[in-house]
């Protein structure tokens, strides 16, 4: 299993809802990473977990709160966003034991907030 | 400061005609390279990566990429392009995968 799941794949909510993006990966990686990624821009790195510790967070508004329950998964929750928070919010992950560690990606929450 | 420069925004090539993406960083140190294709509302694939060693690296699709030290360029080139080659495409370049520093991308066209 090569592959990074995220659900869902596309999001409506309002500004007063509580939603929460998921993603999940059984390669074994220790890392996890939440990119964003508005419409004809590269992604953006918002946090990354290793060994399920919070090891950067690039300075991402509090209505963005991430969650590492476990090596496997990885979780967005979202509170109060505003429109301009509607993206592509890409869930990647990697093997930082490796010396030629690369990222996978999933393919993506489209995310639209009304 | 860190930068990649991805100088076209916009590339159209016909159908089976040679292909070549410029890739332009600005980092303290030779970093890692990276070569990415995302699909419309998908994420991203990695094309290739360099690291040390050989600086003409090969990916998959058919795909290749010249590390040029001189002239800190890592441009991506394809003989031949396809249809289902179109998409976007990002540079990225990183000391590790935690910090990459992306490309603002180049979009392909390809017609028949």
């Known amino acids: 299993d090569t592959e990074v799941t995220q659900t869902p794949k596309h999001l409506v909510m309002g500004m007063t809802n509580k939603k929460s993006l998921k993603c999940e990966q059984h390669?074994?990686?220790?890392?996890m990473y939440w990119y964003k990624q508005k419409a004809k821009k590269p992604p953006e790195l918002m946090f990354v977990?290793?060994?399920?510790?919070?090891?950067i967070n690039e300075s991402v508004p509090s209505r963005f709160s991430p969650e590492c329950p476990n090596s496997s998964l990885l979780n967005l929750h979202l509170h109060a966003l505003q429109p301009e928070d509607s993206a592509l919010y890409l869930c990647?992950?990697?093997?930082?034991?490796?010396?030629?560690?690369?990222?996978?990606f999933g393919s993506g929450t489209q995310l639209s907030v009304l | 400061a860190q930068s990649v420069t991805q100088p076209d925004i916009h590339i159209t090539v016909s159908e089976g005609a040679s292909l070549e993406l410029r890739c332009n960083y600005s980092?303290?140190?030779?970093?890692?390279l990276f070569w990415y294709v995302q699909s419309p509302g998908q994420g991203l694939q990695l094309l290739l990566k360099?690291?040390?060693?050989?600086?003409l690296v090969q990916g998959i699709k058919g795909f290749e990429a010249e590390f040029k030290r001189s002239q800190s360029s890592f441009n991506l080139r394809k003989p031949s392009v396809h249809w289902s080659d179109a998409a976007e495409y990002f540079c990225?370049?990183?000391?590790?995968?935690?910090?990459?520093?992306f490309g603002t991308g180049t979009r392909l066209q390809v017609f028949p």
């Open positions: 980092y303290g140190a030779t970093p890692y």
């Open positions: 990647a992950s990697s093997d930082p034991g490796r010396s030629n560690e690369k990222l996978f």
């Open positions: 977990y290793s060994y399920e510790k919070l090891s």
């Open positions: 390669m074994g990686h220790r890392a």
């Open positions: 360099y690291f040390s060693g050989d600086t």
């Open positions: 990225a370049v990183g000391a590790n995968t935690d910090k990459l520093i």
